[in-house]
């Protein structure tokens, strides 16, 4: 079976950090760029970052800039997403996704682009 899975969410408070990882199932991940894109209650889909699929190329979202840091890991099949001096307005359901465009890769969340997605893992931050 094809899958992704996010995972790594969790409840902190404000200024805390959380590391997200998105592990594929079937899938080979350094053959696709990765997407973070994430989705508040009532907010439309906003794209927060990606990496292509070699890691030399990486884009973030001005909202995240200084804060975030994508990375992945080719032994494992993971990807990361290392948050940093989390805020209340980065809570928010967040998903990885796969882009077969691998090379320069944009962090917008596009519709229709992403052929392989997860369920999503909660992040909340909240004093």
């Known amino acids: 079976q094809l899958q992704l899975m996010e995972s790594g969410g969790g409840l902190v408070q404000p200024g805390g950090s959380l590391r997200l990882s998105c592990a594929g199932t079937g899938l080979t991940l350094d053959h696709y760029s990765i997407n973070w894109f994430r989705q508040a209650p009532g907010k439309e889909r906003e794209g927060v970052s990606c990496?292509?699929?070699?890691?030399?190329?990486?884009d973030y979202a001005e909202s995240v800039k200084g804060r975030f840091t994508i990375s992945r890991d080719t032994a494992k099949n993971m990807v990361y997403l290392q948050m940093n001096n989390l805020e209340p307005e980065d809570t928010a359901v967040y998903y990885c996704?796969?882009?077969?465009?691998?090379?320069?890769?944009?962090?917008?969340?596009?519709?229709?682009?992403?052929?392989?997605w997860g369920q999503g893992t909660q992040v909340t931050v909240s004093s």
């Open positions: 990496i292509n699929n070699n890691g030399g190329w990486i």
């Open positions: 996704g796969t882009d077969p465009n691998m090379i320069n890769c944009i962090h917008d969340y596009v519709e229709g682009v992403y052929t392989h």
